[in-house]
């Protein structure tokens, strides 16, 4: 059921809405980038293409527009100097915001008349799959 929810929701934007699908590949990179920081991994282009599933090429192209668009910037990373790691910058933040907002506005319409019980089960249980599938990847 989880993965009929996820291929739902992955052709929303519309075949012919380069805009709207681009900006979900921003959203997509800059996201990745965001949540390995906040686990304490260095995101390099390597460690994003494993965040979303995709092989180190694409990664590349995704990290680049990313910085071009102004949601990241590439530096030297802080342990090796010869990997470049991927931060957010302050619109990348800005842009994640948004999106996020966004997000809880969709969910908000799809648990319309949900009791805030069911809400708070509905959190715990996805904190749970998303916290054992990265315990999975260790």
Same mark, same amino acid.
């Given at each position: 059921?989880?993965?009929?929810? !996820? ?15 681009? %900006?979900?590949?921003? !959203?997509?990179?800059?996201?990745? !980038?965001?949540? =390995? ?22 990664? $590349?192209?995704?990290?680049? $527009? ?5 949601? /990241?910037?590439? %530096? ?6 010869? %990997? ?11 842009? /994640? ?8 506005? !969709? ?15 509905? %959190?715990?249980?996805?904190?749970? /799959?998303?916290?054992? $599938?990265?315990? =999975?990847?260790?």
């Amino acid at each position: 059921m989880l993965f009929a929810f !996820v291929r739902h929701w992955s052709r929303r934007p519309l075949a012919g809405d380069h805009q709207v699908a681009e %900006q979900g590949r921003l !959203v997509l990179v800059t996201e990745a !980038v965001h949540s =390995l920081t906040r686990r304490g991994i260095v995101a390099t282009v390597n460690a994003v293409a494993h965040e979303i599933g995709i092989d180190q090429s694409g990664a $590349s192209r995704l990290v680049k $527009s990313a910085t071009e668009a102004g949601y /990241l910037t590439m %530096q030297a990373s802080d342990t090796d100097g010869r %990997q470049r790691q991927a931060t957010l910058t302050s619109s990348g933040l800005a842009m /994640l915001d948004h999106a996020h907002d966004w997000q809880e506005q !969709v969910f908000d319409r799809l648990a319309e008349g949900w009791s805030e019980q069911q809400r708070r089960n509905f %959190q715990q249980a996805m904190t749970e /799959l998303i916290d054992r $599938s990265y315990a =999975l990847d260790a």
